[in-house]
């Protein structure tokens, strides 16, 4: 191919090349020093290409026309020519004159001898959009063709190659481009890694304090940047791959990647992707180990230049963040990567203060990590959240909208948040009480727990729980599958769990118990020390019915006692509330139920039998048990709470029993014989000690609940007609927000208070009063401050509380 135009701009391997990354190798020192160099050239050379395109769209009509006729075929009949050559190329183009000599439309092309009109016919009616547009596609096509010049690796060259020819066939049809056929269209596996990670962060660090999970946020945020503005290697640089189909699949996912995220930063035209919302878990496992090493090298090399804010998060935090990550990546039986995975919303701290607004109304789990910038760097710009590190920077904008979020929860109703019960503890002596604590534990040089504040007393499972974190013991959720092969070690762990629930369960026929362990609809929690399976439960999950069976449980005999039955079950709750699941049942004989009542089961049973009926196993002379599971409970730490609360109230009470200590003489009512009652106030000391009188409730006025439906409907049917009332309206459509009821549990609308009025269910006002605030503070929750939803939301608050008053249903 040749032009008749100055030569396109080239863009450097760092921005168009796919050869073997500088950090093939551990990263070293002076490669890291070079990154700043190749970023320079990265964004010099994308700078060049905006001009390139700004500077065609420049060009007068005709010139235009000469740049397109390149790439049209000849219009005259029977004619083959393909494209306009010009028959005097400029010596030098460009070189003095930044436009070139415009030709005319009548200049012969050098190949075919018709007109340069001839080729361009088809646009004589096109507008000035439509061929800045194909001009932009025509600065592409000469990139990639200087990309299919220097490219060495084979399969990236033959990609540039076929994305040359699909633009260059869109400039002559004038279409837009679109790549179609064996690459599928993405995404092209689910969940996404974004998607994964984001549930990494809910289902490690969900239950964690604000502040820690933070950290995590903040490094999963820089995790997916650094992914989506990573350089895959070719596949010849692998080298030759044990598994022949890792190697097949890492081949697809590399021209995919080419084809949708590297190629379209340069050639804008093509439609652009990032790299963690079309790749799924097949791409990360390819990828994961080497670019962990590479970055934490990278960090490393440049730990110096860092400000210590940042030193700390990507030398001490990261890597253990990594390390977590890498076993959920390569783990056989991860949850992460099930695509019904649900976060426990109730026990994560709130997301709403880091995520960018969205158009809907709400924003998706995958936009919370979703970078909507790109960093200076190749690895991103680390935007350091609010009140993650102790030096508390914050940007003025971020400042600004946390205070505004401050000042419009100060301005919930009662209903919307935390009632503050007079008399309470203040919140300063609670974390006064709670510092000391933390001190005395410091200065025994032991970490605060159960040991430390009641030794005697331990609970059950505390044994265990120290085990777990000193990593003598792990958990695993493992099953056999009909899709993909096992590892081997699930396997072995399989056979071992067989064999343990065989040995201890030894009225169960061992055929029966091995088909129920290997049945791929079943799954086993196992408890493995030294790489030997010590404990079990086997269970089968039911999602459409809420409800988990527990088939079998068993732990070793020279095991007992040791509370690994009860961390055993507990980590099978906390599983259970991460898939949303909050039910359990099991048939227990003589033997187990006294296990199974110390879990929380009773013969009580809280969900309806035509639930469970016809799915559950019946066993003769056994008892149906079953436990109801609350979401907002982390069971692996429950007890251990507990045990601080407990020590938190002793304490107060000792502070309380100090201030109010004094010795009174003793009581003089009796002295002329016993007259009852006797006033409690006036028992000496009891005041002072911090009693107080019941407060005499004034017998309400009873409303007439004809009265009080009229005066409900009147407000509601202005409520409704407010103009702020329209997102409440009716219930949130999920394709709107596909999100929206994983983390809003109880949804409410206008339309439904409107039914729940007719059927009489407003018998009070302060039902009413109720599901107003609930909408209110659904809204609040779900959408950021600065958004339309979020001022809806207030306004109607406002509107209805006046509404109420002026109805005599709420105090002036």
Known sequence: ?????????????????????????????????????????????????????????????????EKLAVYSTCKSEGCKCNGWKNPNPPTQPGATDPIPPVVSLTDPCKSCRHSLGAHVSHLDNTDEEELNRLLRIVVDVENLFVCVHREEDAEAKQVYFYLFKLLRKCISNMSTPSIEGSLGTPPFEKPSIAKGVTNFVAYKFG??????????????????????????????????????????????????????????????????????????????????????????DKFRAEKDKMPPDKKTLVLTHFPR??????????????????????????????????????????????????????????????????GLLSSGRRSSRSQEAAEKRKADEAGLSDGAKRPRIDGDIPKELLEEVVADM????????????????????????????QEEKDGKIDFHIINNSLSHRPTNQVFIWLIEVQNLFSHQLPRMPKEYITRLVFDPKHK???????????GGICFR?????????????????????????????????????????????????????????????????????????????????ATLMGCELCPRINYTDFSRVIRKQKEIIKRLAARKSLETEKVYSGITLFKEGVKLPIPLESIPGLIESGWKPPIKKEKENQIDLDQLYNQLRTILQQVKSHASAWPFLKPVDKSEAPDYYDHIRFPMD????????????????????????????????????DTEYYKCANTIEKYYITKMKEAGLMDK
């Open 438 to 465: 933390t001190t005395e534990a410091e200065g025994d040089g032991t970490m605060l727990g159960p040991e430390t504040l009641c030794p005697t007393n331990a609970a059950r499972d505390e044994q265990a729980r």
């Open 321 to 386: 963040f990594l390390t977590m990550l890498e076993q959920e990546v390569y783990g056989s039986s991860s949850p992460i990567w099930d695509p019904e995975f649900v976060q426990n919303s109730s026990n994560m701290p709130s997301l709403a203060s880091t995520v960018s607004p969205s158009g809907a109304a709400g924003v998706s789990g995958l936009s919370r990590f979703t970078s909507t910038t790109v960093g200076t760097d190749a690895y991103g710009a680390l935007n350091i959240s609010p």
């Open 207 to 296: 239950t964690l304090a604000q502040k820690e999970w933070q950290t995590m946020y903040d490094l999963a945020k820089m995790f997916l940047h650094c992914l989506n503005h990573w350089k895959l290697w070719p596949p010849a640089s692998r080298g030759q791959q044990v598994d022949e189909k890792d190697e097949n699949d890492y081949k697809l996912n590399y021209t995919r990647w080419l084809c949708f995220c590297h190629v379209p930063v340069f050639c804008d035209s093509l439609p652009r992707f990032d790299t963690t919302l079309i790749f799924g878990r097949t791409l990360l496992r390819s990828v994961f180990q080497t670019m962990r090493r590479q970055l934490l």
């Open 524 to 534: 086993c929690l196992v408890l493995v020390k030294h790489n030997h399976v010590i």
């Open 750 to 785: 206008l339309r439904t208070m409107g039914e729940r009025l007719k059927n009489k269910y407003y018998v009070h006002k302060s039902l009413f009063v109720a599901d107003m605030n609930r909408i209110v503070t659904n809204c609040r929750s779900y959408n950021e401050p």
């Open 1 to 65: 191919m040749s032009t008749n135009t100055d030569p396109p701009a080239t863009p450097t391997d760092d921005v168009i090349g796919t050869g073997i990354p500088k950090q093939t190798t551990a990263a070293t020192t002076g490669a890291a020093q070079s990154q700043s160099t190749e970023i320079s050239h990265k964004t010099n050379n994308l700078q060049r290409i905006a001009q390139k395109k700004m500077l065609v769209r420049s060009f007068p009509r005709n010139k235009k026309l």
């Open 541 to 621: 999950m039911f999602p459409t019915q809420c409800f988990t069976e527990i088939v079998f449980c068993a732990v070793t005999s020279s095991e007992q006692v040791k509370g690994y039955g009860t961390t055993l079950m507990n980590h099978l709750k906390d599983y259970h509330l991460i898939h949303n699941i909050t039910h359990f049942l099991t048939f227990a004989d003589e033997f187990a139920t006294g296990y199974f009542k110390k879990q929380g089961f009773s013969k009580d049973i809280k969900l309806p039998r035509s639930q469970y009926l016809g799915y559950i196993k019946d066993y003769e002379g």
